[in-house]
């Protein structure tokens, strides 16, 4: 019997599992692996062959589902989906471990939660009834990843493309930084700088590990299953152009780059993701953008700096002559210049300036909602002030955030170093989240289309 769990300590201490979280041991035990039990599959029986070899091995097939004759996929005989999940994890864990760096790197223990139907699903981690309803109580916290099995949702199994994805965002929040507002993305957007990145990247990493920029789908759609390819190296569906926008303010970019990187320009999928593992992003007083990705690569791989150049100038993205901070961008994407560059902003102490946004009421994440603000201080408390017009309530930082509910002044004190630190600007019912429920603390129901910021550190 084998079951769809991994537990090792060399060459790499591993300790992985994929769960059936549709299938509750006990709702009352408040961890996932507790509360939910790993598939176990068995094959024919196994007799020894005649040489008595002391290591000997059987292949062992495990069905996906696919049934010819009806053009479906059958639950009950889908016993590859949990076990190719695992698989997918340890080919990503072996990948990333070979480019951070380390010797020896630490992964904390992971649960994949996956059932043939969606299962049960809730951000913050509730407790459930036994029929999978979330009772509100007793959360849990670990590391985990939910993915669906079913078909009329998106089987998520039969490809790697989402596993490898989302347990990118694993690793940028074990070997990297993971700064980024999150929430809900689409190849159609223009997004906010930290977003493209940090979906981008995740992408980025599943291209490599996947060795392929090709992004497969299995969804339904009108009764039939259809397998969808989103090839990002070409803006394409299934062969077919798209009309995404192409720059830093979109994810797709970002992965293009990074799969263009190891494809095109030769570099090792090592030399590809060191700028995120390297001790200058980990410590850098920017924000982790693509401006950030592409100087920190050119740095590293001087060889190759004529062809980063030359990828950004058609990629709407500046590279040529600029830093960490996009100090150089010129590329405004769909909003007005001002809105949007130059992309940070630096404030000093006894200096004051102005910075805007743009955005509607739970816009959240895309381009312009935020902006980028570096303070440089001098290791001495001082005042800063981000004044609004009226009808604005200024918020500094975005999923941990400082506001002053119903006030268009925002006043702080504290001392900040003088390598400086970033933190974004924007306007809280715009930027606090996408749902009305997380900004009811900003008290700003009316907000304009564009903020215009004052801010000073006196």
């Not at 599992?17 to 996932?32: D, G, Q, R």
């Not at 190891?262 to 200058?280: C, D, E, I, K, N």
């Not at 769909?334 to 940070?344: E, I, K, M, Q």
């Not at 200024?394 to 702080?412: D, E, H, K, M, Y």
Request: with cysteine; hydrophobic share 35%.
């Amino acid at each position: 019997m084998i079951q769809s769990k991994i537990s090792t300590t060399t060459p790499l201490a591993l300790d992985f599992e994929v769960v059936n979280n549709n299938a509750p041991i006990s709702t009352a035990l408040t961890t996932f692996r507790t509360r939910y039990g790993v598939y176990a599959a068995s094959g024919a029986s196994f007799s020894p062959g005649a040489s008595k070899a002391a290591s000997q091995t059987v292949a062992l097939t495990a069905p996906d589902g696919w049934d010819t004759n009806s053009g479906s996929l059958v639950a009950a005989n889908r016993a590859a989906g949990p076990f190719a999940l695992l698989a997918s994890a340890v080919l990503e864990a072996q990948i990333v471990s070979a480019a951070t760096g380390s010797t020896n790197p630490t992964w904390r223990p992971l649960t994949v939660l996956w059932s043939v139907t969606s299962g049960f699903w809730s951000n913050s981690h509730n407790a459930i009834s036994t029929t999978g309803t979330d009772t509100g109580a007793s959360s849990v916290f670990e590391d985990f990843i939910y993915l669906s099995g079913d078909p009329t949702f998106e089987a998520m199994d039969f490809y790697p493309t989402v596993m490898t994805h989302e347990m990118g965002h694993f690793v940028q929040s074990l070997f990297s930084t993971d700064a980024s507002p999150g929430g809900s993305h689409a190849y159609t957007d223009y997004q906010d700088a930290t977003l493209s990145w940090i979906e981008g990247n995740a992408s980025g990493i599943s291209a490599l590990v996947m060795n392929s920029p090709q992004q497969r789908r299995v969804v339904t759609n009108n009764g039939e299953i259809i397998v969808g390819i989103e090839d990002i190296s070409q803006n394409t569906v299934n062969g077919y152009p798209q009309t995404w926008p192409v720059g830093w303010y979109q994810e797709s970019t970002v992965t293009n780059f990074m799969w263009t990187a190891h494809s095109s320009m030769g570099l090792t999928t090592a030399q590809t993701l060191a700028p995120m593992f390297s001790a200058a992003w980990k410590a850098g007083p920017y924000l982790d953008t693509i401006w950030s990705y592409a100087t920190i690569l050119k740095q590293q791989n001087p060889a190759v700096a004529a062809s980063i150049d030359s990828f950004s100038s058609t990629h709407n993205f500046v590279t040529v002559g600029n830093d960490e901070y996009g100090s150089k961008e010129t590329n405004r994407g769909n909003r007005a210049a001002t809105d949007v560059l130059p992309p940070s902003t630096t404030l000093t102490v006894g200096q004051t300036v102005s910075i805007c946004s743009v955005g509607a009421l739970l816009e959240y994440n895309k381009e312009g909602n935020a902006r980028m603000l570096k303070i440089v201080g001098d290791g001495i408390s001082h005042t800063l002030t981000i004044q609004g017009t009226a009808n604005t309530v200024p918020i500094l930082g975005r999923n941990v955030a400082i506001v002053t509910s119903g006030s268009s002044t925002l006043t702080l004190q504290g001392s900040l170093p003088a390598t400086g630190s970033t933190y974004t600007v924007g306007e809280c019912g715009v930027v606090a989240g996408e749902f009305s429920t997380e900004t009811t603390g900003c008290g700003d129901p009316n907000p304009p289309a564009e903020q215009c910021w004052s801010v000073s550190y006196q």
